[in-house]
């Protein structure tokens, strides 16, 4: 690679400048960040520390970025769910390639309005579905395709959230609503709508959902509670969901375990206890989790089937202890399990031995999920580079995972009822 291929950050939250931009502390030759915009003042002056960006190429806002002539070769979209098609149909305008935080929109007229944008300009627009890019799912694509258990008849898949992610993100967080961004099978679950597609290897053609808010509200709110963790509540004690549990003294998650990035480094720009525990005191994440405003579901499961026969079921849920995603696929001639939590597929072939498959090697101990974080900018860094547009993930390919998990949120919402993506 001659020379490096420049990103404007547009957003420059917890995806975008802490979980793609690194790849250039690793990649510099690969990867060079150019500008950027937010409208905190403490994420730009990250931002300037950490990649070196002047001043003058830090804006205030996304339309003041957007305003300027064309300042590097991608925009890197990472604002908040309902303002990634303007920002895109925008950039694209300028002449830049989209690299497009997920979902796209929860307006399908918007995916459809962005599709028309990309093949008009003939730019790269690239969603960031980042499961695909994964060792783990490349190995189980792989076994499916070689046919290492037969005709694929049935696909089982798992999304555990983790108590203190749902509590972090869905209930105190930024996508505690959905008509402010987008509804949860969306935005935490476009991932495995794309992923369940990707395996079966044919269009879905009918879906239906069950789901709910169930827990995470007020009748369920024990006698005491406070409307803040640190305003002496009466039943701190004995509660998983306590924000100083989360953010300050839980070894895995929080800031007493080493814990600077996420979810800490969301709650206070470079936290400390002292900045996290004023954070908690003043902000939305100190909030007890029965007294918060969320409308978003705490669980939900889908039923898929395709076109090719295979049926599917997708289960999201909230109330586990660590957040991972599991799947199991059965065949005509054996099955295969596996757990991105320690990266082992598992091969039955029937009336044989099992096989173990490690997917763990060079995964990538700094890359998010599972090490898709970065195979994603590695992909989309080199298909830039030498002048392509089609990626592992095409953005049809990403709309027909909002189709699914757009048609599941309508099913849910009429009591389950099955919907033919025909007809959507």
């Known amino acids: 690679?001659?020379?490096?291929?420049?990103?404007?950050?547009?957003?420059?939250?917890?995806?975008?400048?802490?979980?793609?931009?690194?790849?250039?502390?690793?990649?510099?030759?690969?990867?060079?960040i150019t500008a950027g915009a937010d409208i905190r003042p403490e994420r730009l002056a990250l931002l300037q520390k950490r990649y070196g960006v002047p001043p003058e190429m830090?804006?205030?806002?996304?339309?003041?970025l957007l305003a300027q002539p064309r300042l590097a070769d991608v925009m890197l979209v990472s604002t908040l769910d309902r303002r990634?098609?303007?920002?895109?149909?925008?950039?694209?305008?300028?002449?830049?390639?989209?690299?497009?935080?997920?979902?796209?929109?929860?307006?399908?007229?918007?995916?459809?309005?962005?599709?028309?944008k990309a093949r008009e300009t003939g730019r790269a627009v690239v969603v960031c579905h980042v499961l695909r890019y994964t060792r783990f799912y490349a190995a189980l694509k792989d076994l499916l395709d070689r046919g290492a258990v037969g005709k694929v008849e049935t696909i089982d898949a798992v999304e555990h959230v983790a108590y203190w992610h749902q509590a972090h993100s869905f209930v105190r967080g930024n996508w505690r609503r959905w008509e402010e961004t987008s509804p949860m099978i969306l935005q935490k679950s476009c991932h495995d709508m794309d992923i369940l597609r990707w395996l079966a290897g044919e269009p879905c053609l009918r879906v239906q959902s069950f789901g709910s808010l169930d827990y995470f509200t007020a009748d369920n709110a024990p006698a005491g509670a406070a409307?803040?963790?640190?305003?002496?509540?009466?039943?701190?004690d004995g509660c998983p969901y306590d924000a100083e549990k989360i953010y300050i003294t839980d070894p895995r998650t929080g800031i007493r375990g080493g814990g600077k990035d996420?979810?800490?480094?969301?709650?206070?720009?470079?936290?400390?206890?002292?900045?996290?525990?004023?954070?908690?005191?003043?902000?939305?994440?100190g909030r007890c989790v029965f007294h918060c405003d969320n409308d978003v579901v705490d669980h939900q499961t889908v039923n898929l089937e395709f076109a090719n026969h295979i049926h599917a079921t997708?289960?999201?849920?909230?109330?586990?202890?660590?957040?991972?995603r599991t799947i199991k696929v059965t065949g005509a001639l054996g099955e295969v399990e596996g757990d991105m939590a320690d990266g082992l597929l598992r091969l039955r072939p029937f009336g044989q031995p099992e096989q173990a498959i490690d997917t763990r090697e060079g995964a990538g101990t700094?890359?998010?999920?599972?090490?898709?974080?970065?195979?994603?900018?590695?992909?989309?860094?080199?298909?830039?580079?030498?002048?392509?547009?089609?990626?592992?993930?095409?953005?049809?390919?990403?709309?027909?995972s909002h189709v699914m998990a757009l048609a599941a949120e309508a099913s849910r919402l009429d009591g389950g009822r099955t919907i033919a993506l025909a007809d959507f």
């Open 1 to 32: 690679m001659s020379k490096p291929v420049t990103f404007a950050i547009c957003g420059c939250g917890d995806r975008g400048l802490d979980s793609y931009a690194p790849y250039q502390e690793l990649h510099p030759q690969e990867m060079k």
């Open 227 to 236: 409307p803040r963790c640190l305003d002496g509540c009466a039943c701190k």
């Open 314 to 324: 997708f289960t999201m849920t909230a109330f586990t202890q660590s957040c991972h």
């Open 366 to 400: 700094r890359s998010g999920h599972g090490g898709g974080d970065f195979g994603l900018m590695e992909h989309f860094c080199r298909l830039i580079a030498r002048g392509g547009t089609e990626a592992l993930t095409g953005l049809d390919a990403s709309v027909e």
């Open 58 to 64: 830090c804006f205030a806002s996304d339309e003041e």
């Open 84 to 116: 990634h098609v303007a920002n895109a149909l925008a950039a694209l305008d300028k002449g830049y390639h989209i690299l497009l935080e997920k979902p796209i929109s929860p307006d399908l007229d918007e995916c459809r309005a962005l599709q028309k």
């Open 262 to 285: 996420w979810p800490c480094g969301v709650v206070a720009s470079e936290p400390d206890e002292e900045k996290l525990r004023e954070a908690l005191r003043t902000g939305p994440y």
